[in-house]
């Protein structure tokens, strides 16, 4: 088994136990209507949402056997993949974007360690200028990852350390610029302009850039997530969601329901606090690690054949 699956199959087990009292036995064939109505409960309250459970239970019906058939709506549910957008010339820039404290910072820690990983130079703008602390957080991720980091004094406006990253990015020839931004509430008019202009700078700085944008949401936040993903996408063009904190909640389903909405790729998914606890999204281990091997005569098993 592999130790990725193993890790979110673990980071997916409150949201797996949440289900499992609700989900037909794998041996199940036929559900009366009150149990078809227990499993779209059972969705929602796993935070699919009405509109997504409603139609992931629509399309398990149609299926003889109602477990595979919901793990197979489940499946299609998932956009087909899409290559992340290179950059024609000059370096892959990623502007990470979301609420406060969904893990922003944390995740461009582990992101710049992958890339350092796979040789590439990283370089990270510390555009979170707001929160004073913030910048030596992020010092901390950068300088164990062996990244190095675009910084200006606490205060400074976010829109010129962006520039200033990607144009460094730029002349010094690295691979990877990640901008860091501030967490912000969607409603905060202010402070969504001000992202917009963040993006519309390093697009100045570079053209075509950011190349992606994406938004990391805290998967327990609930149905505020909604609203978070629909606001970004507005202001920051999200091209793509990181689901953090899958590990603390019994809401896995979130992750249904924003990409039954938007459509948008889900990149990464975060199962801890640790280096190692974030891995790159796979949408059949999801649902495997989500869906509970109820009544299953062959006991729990790890992987169902999911080599990562
Ligand atoms: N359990 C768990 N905790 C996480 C995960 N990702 C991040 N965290 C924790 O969430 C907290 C906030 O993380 P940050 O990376 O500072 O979040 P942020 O979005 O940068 O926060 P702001 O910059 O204040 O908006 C930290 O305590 C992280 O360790 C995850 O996948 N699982
Ligand atoms: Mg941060």
Redesign the pocket.
Known sequence: MSSFFGRLKKGLARSREGLAQLLPGRDTVKLSEAEWADVEDGLILADCGAETALALVGKARKSSQPLDGLKEAMLRMFPEHKPVNQPLQGPFVLLVV?V????????IGKLATMFRAQGKRVVVGAC?TF?AA?IE?LAVWVERAGADMVRQQDGADPAAVAYDAVQRGISRAYDVVIIDT??RVQTDKGLMDELGKVKRVIGKALDGAPHEVWQ?VDAGTGQNAVAQVDKFREVAGTSGLIV?????TGKGGIVLQLVHRFGLPVRYV????ALE??MPFDAADFVVGLIPDVGSTGGDQESLGQPV
Do not use: I, P, S, Y
């Open positions: 979301g406060n404290g969904t893990g922003k910072t944390t995740t979170d929160r913030a957080q501030a967490g990391v953090t904190k899958l590990d603390g975060g199962v801890g606090e606890d974030m």
